[in-house]
């Protein structure tokens, strides 16, 4: 058992999660807001030997030194890759600090977020921006049938994704790191990214946070009349080519403002941007608390051996 477990920032854990939280510390405090700078961080953390974070604030090596208790970091929220976790990992282990992460827990919501605002783009559905009504996007309205899609990241959300396009008729291609034996045997082809930006009318990137993949030579190679999708965590593109690139005829489609990096684009006529984390669903919460509380168990019991 932790003798002090703190969440420094709303979790999104369902009611009965939260309940279990004080089954494993003999101590558990959880604040309702985000931390503003590295100090309150690292005085919320205090002497505390397990931390629960979401995905909204960052714990670094600055606050964590300044917290030697700590033995253990609970990821509320996905992680792929130290390097695009919003913990200093690599710090943390080299304290003998065990951080785990979930992942897998709101890919469902993605997919039907990409699928009903294509289908809206395509046919024409809604309004723009400043409320006038919205057209087809070529005209005449137009089924998912036949398009060309182009994923770039083919982890499981973008393969989610690539199969419910691919069973509405879409015609797939994907970038990653190197192919996929299972997305070959789907029929889902593999190409440079280059070449995918610009053969695809539908580009999706599906990438870890502060992943970086688009600057000025892609959106070259892309062209115009483009619809995109950034279902990530942060931007996939340089911020100066992006905005020349959305300034013509193309139209961006992302969640957050995480997603699409900079607030002076929410009211852009070519930017369609929600608002609100299309993953948050009730399924979504039920999926990350199970599994936040599987990671606690986990450590606890390697604790024991």
């Not at 309940?19 to 919320?44: C, H, I, N, T, W």
């Not at 852009?268 to 990350?288: E, I, K």
Request: glycine residues 8%; hydrophobic residues 40%.
């Amino acid at each position: 058992m932790f003798k002090k477990l703190v969440a420094v920032e709303p979790l999104n854990l369902i009611p009965s999660a939260e309940k279990a939280l004080f089954d494993y510390a003999q101590e558990v405090v959880m604040y309702d807001d985000m931390p503003g700078s590295v100090e309150e961080m690292a005085k919320r953390i205090g002497d505390a030997d397990a931390v629960l974070i979401s995905y909204t604030s960052r714990l670094g090596k600055d606050a964590l030194e300044q917290c030697p208790n700590v033995k253990y970091i609970g990821m509320c929220c996905s992680l792929y890759t130290p390097e695009s976790a919003n913990v200093d990992i690599l710090y943390a282990n080299s304290r003998g600090i065990t951080v785990l992460g979930v992942r897998d827990y709101g890919d469902e919501g993605v997919v039907e977020y990409v699928i009903s605002e294509l289908v809206r783009c395509l046919h024409g559905f809604g309004t723009r921006n400043d409320g006038t009504p919205r057209e087809p996007w070529d005209g005449v309205p137009r089924e998912i049938t036949g398009i060309k899609v182009g994923i770039v990241g083919l982890g499981v959300s973008g393969g989610m994704i690539a199969d419910a396009l691919k069973f509405l008729g879409a015609e797939i291609s994907y970038f990653a790191r190197s192919e996929k034996e299972t997305a070959k045997q789907k029929g889902y082809k593999f190409l440079p990214l280059k070449q995918l930006l610009k053969e695809s009318e539908v580009i999706l990137n599906c990438l870890n946070r502060n992943t970086v993949l688009l600057h000025e030579e892609e959106f070259e190679a892309m062209g115009d009349r483009k619809i995109m999708f950034n279902t990530g965590l942060s931007p996939a593109w340089d911020e100066e080519p992006f905005a020349k690139w959305i300034d013509r005829d193309n139209v961006l489609y992302c969640d957050t403002l995480i997603a699409l990096g900079n607030e002076k684009f929410i009211n852009h006529p070519n930017v369609n941007y929600m608002g609100v984390s299309v993953g948050r669903t009730r399924q979504a919460f039920d999926r990350l608390s199970e599994k936040v509380l599987a990671n606690i168990e986990t450590y606890m019991r390697s604790q024991q051996n």
